[in-house]
């Protein structure tokens, strides 16, 4: 499978919380034939124990509020226990504050998450406590829009952390 050089049919520009402010990047959602390929590109990662971030798609429709805490919780439409969340994701590992993610999902459309949040955290996922992995606090978000047409994701965004 190789990610498709087109536009993604949405996309999250991700902003750190004020405790991360260098933290930045995309997370990309193509629909592919299979499911939907995300792709997470992140500059400006804190130095942690694990250097790992637990990263989920949230049900909440705005980065706002103290923490991010108007995410509110793992996107769920199913009612499953974490980690059967539909949004859940495996996590990113820095790579000296980058990191680069790609994984294919069947746990939702593209459609269904749009103007939902995705959301870094500050410790990695255990993939075992409820209701969300102990992954520790909110240190960057995003609303994922829809790509219209003809617009790159560097007009919403930019990349400014360069090519990864
Ligand atoms: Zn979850």
């Known amino acids: 499978m190789q990610i498709p050089s ?5 996309v999250a520009c991700m902003t750190g919380s004020r405790g991360a402010p260098r933290l930045h990047g995309t997370v990309k959602f193509y629909t592919m034939a299979k499911g939907v390929l995300v792709v997470a590109r992140i500059w400006g990662l804190p130095t942690s ?12 429709a705005g980065c706002t509020g103290a923490e991010f805490s108007d995410t509110g919780g793992h996107f769920n439409p199913g009612a499953q226990p974490h980690p059967r969340h539909a949004g859940d994701l495996p996590p990113l590992f820095s790579c000296g504050g ?26 990695p996922d255990d993939f075992r406590t409820q209701p969300a992995g102990g ?15 003809g617009k790159t994701c560097k007009k919403y965004c930019g990349e400014p952390g360069g090519v990864l």
């Open 49 to 60: 124990e694990t250097d790992i971030f637990a990263l989920h798609i949230h049900e909440g």
């Open 98 to 123: 980058r990191a680069f993610l790609a994984v294919l999902t069947d746990r939702f459309r593209v459609r269904d998450i749009i103007g939902r949040t995705v959301v870094i955290h500050s410790s």
């Open 6 to 10: 087109g536009s993604p049919d949405a």
């Open 135 to 149: 992954a520790g606090e909110k240190i960057a978000c995003g609303t994922v829009r829809a790509q219209e047409s």
